[in-house]
């Protein structure tokens, strides 16, 4: 019998190299990010949501989000709309204009200013919407087409089964389920049973979303849902060894060690120098600083240096405090490891 955590994941012709994911998060998942969490081992990475509008109406921002870096590769692209003729008009530009392996719909971001738009989890209501609209885009683009969605709008709408088959009748190659409903947000338990029974409904592939915040968690969805990968999003932030360590728990039962301070920072930088060569300098600092406050929790003295951080303006004044911050935190560790001994 095949390990559920070793099987072929596939999207489309797309083979991935193992069963770890990470998700579409609005204001995170750009190339930068994306870039260095593939390199911790993610089999597919997800770019954060972009507007069908934006594209089609070629808005300067929305177009440079669609920036790929060919390492990134195999990508999904996600998009949200709720017109049938915007929505794939910029499923069309993705298919013919970018390097995105897979354009992913989505259809479970659950703010209010997305369900104005009937886009996002509005689908969750209308399985008949989710048919027509997938359907469209999946008849004119060439790249494989798949879903993220939630499992309902709240506990009495929990068309989770419904909508996936809608999904696979469109002809979408795949189906990513977050286990909350619209009304939960973010909060709460995500309901892995649902999970299983749209697996258990559909033939194509399926990838299970919320509350893996740990590689234990992961395997434990695997087993529990038969999913056929696992997507991991917040547990990523300031964190990409948590891709990796998921990699290689999956693969080999070994549980990695946690990163030190120094590894921490130096990733942290890595990542502020790509996401400055991105965006300028200026934007770069200001996303970094919720970056850097991911990357140092856990540490001691991180709740100062956030305070530090948040006032900082200039790359270099940024990179000069988290050096600074790491060596300080390696001395602390390094005395308190000679007490030990």
């Not at 234990?216 to 991991?232: C, F, H, N, P, S």
């Not at 891709?243 to 549980?255: A, D, F, H, N, P």
Request: glycine share 8%.
């Amino acid at each position: 019998m095949t390990d559920a955590s070793t099987k072929p994941f596939q999207i489309g012709d797309f083979v991935m190299d193992n069963r770890v994911v990470l998700a579409p998060m609005a204001g995170i998942c750009n190339s930068a990010f994306r870039l260095t969490v593939k390199e911790f081992g993610a089999g597919l990475v997800y770019a954060e949501m972009i507007s069908d509008k934006g594209i089609v109406f070629k808005n300067e921002k929305t177009l440079s989000m669609l920036y790929i870096d060919e390492r990134e590769n195999p990508l999904s692209l996600q998009i949200f709309g709720g017109e049938k003729d915007t929505l794939v008009a910029a499923a069309k530009y993705v298919d013919q204009h970018t390097s995105a392996d897979i354009i992913d719909i989505n259809m479970g971001c659950p703010v209010n200013k997305i369900i104005k738009c009937e886009a996002g989890a509005r689908w969750l209501l209308d399985p008949e919407k989710i048919y027509e609209m997938v359907s469209a885009v999946v008849d004119n683009v060439n790249k494989p087409v798949s879903v993220k969605m939630r499992t309902g709008w709240d506990d009495e709408h929990l068309y989770a089964v419904e909508n996936a088959r809608a999904v696979e009748r469109a002809g979408g190659a795949a189906v990513a389920v977050h286990g909350r409903t619209r009304l939960q947000m973010y909060e709460g338990h995500a309901n892995w049973d649902l999970i299983r029974q749209v697996k258990e409904s559909v033939n194509i592939p399926v990838i299970g979303n919320g509350d893996v915040n740990t590689p234990q968690d992961a395997k434990r969805m695997l087993d529990e849902t038969g999913v056929d990968a696992v997507m991991i999003g917040r547990a990523a932030l300031g964190d990409p060894w948590m891709i990796y360590r998921t990699v290689e728990y999956l693969e080999t039962g070994e549980l990695k060690p946690e990163p030190t301070a120094q590894e921490k920072i130096d990733v942290c930088l890595l990542h502020f120098d790509r996401l400055t060569a991105l965006k300028g300098e200026g934007i770069a600092v200001r996303e970094m600083r919720k970056h850097a406050a991911w990357y140092l929790k856990g540490i001691r003295g991180n709740g100062t240096a956030r305070n530090v951080i948040n006032q900082m303006e200039s790359a270099q004044e940024l990179k000069d405090y988290l050096r600074y911050f790491a060596e300080e935190a390696s001395k602390e560790y390094n005395d308190v490891d000679s007490i030990l001994v």
